[in-house]
């Protein structure tokens, strides 16, 4: 079974990560939630990055706020992909700094990343990712997508 590590820089994050959470346990995907701090933490930082390959995770999502490093920083030291969620925190530029800070990494770096606030998406890319090589998960993938179609359908019907 597939593990998501989904990790972000203060315990404020978590309103908006919650989102990847609970979109992650509806594809039946176990999730392991954790705060670590690129600036505050920066010893957990190097464990968690290098090790998170070794404990079970096939994905990383990283969200957090104002400079956002997290994301960068675990993309560098793991060979797992990295899903960064720039974070709109209380000390943020209007998230432009945490838009940025995730968005452009340097070649050999890759971060994919979502909107601002964007966990759903992290989550559901996350799981898509699981799904290229597991067919049940690939399969729940595809009834979600049936059920965002049909609920289009839906309020087409009642307007």
Known sequence: ???VGIIMGSKSDLPVMQDAIDILKGFDIEVEVDIVSAHRT??????????????GFSVIIAGAG???HLPGMIAS?????VIGVPVKSSNSIDGWDSVLSILQMPGGVPVATVALN???NAGILAAQIIGS???????????????????VIESAKNL
């Open 42 to 55: 920066p010893e957990k930082l190097f464990d968690y990055g290098k090790h998170a390959h070794t404990r």
């Open 133 to 151: 090589s597991d067919k049940c998960v690939l399969d729940k993938i595809m009834v979600y997508k049936e059920g965002l179609k049909a609920a």
């Open 118 to 120: 964007g966990a759903k």
């Open 66 to 68: 104002g400079a956002a």
């Open 77 to 81: 030291l793991s060979p797992l992909p």
């Open 1 to 3: 079974m597939s593990k």
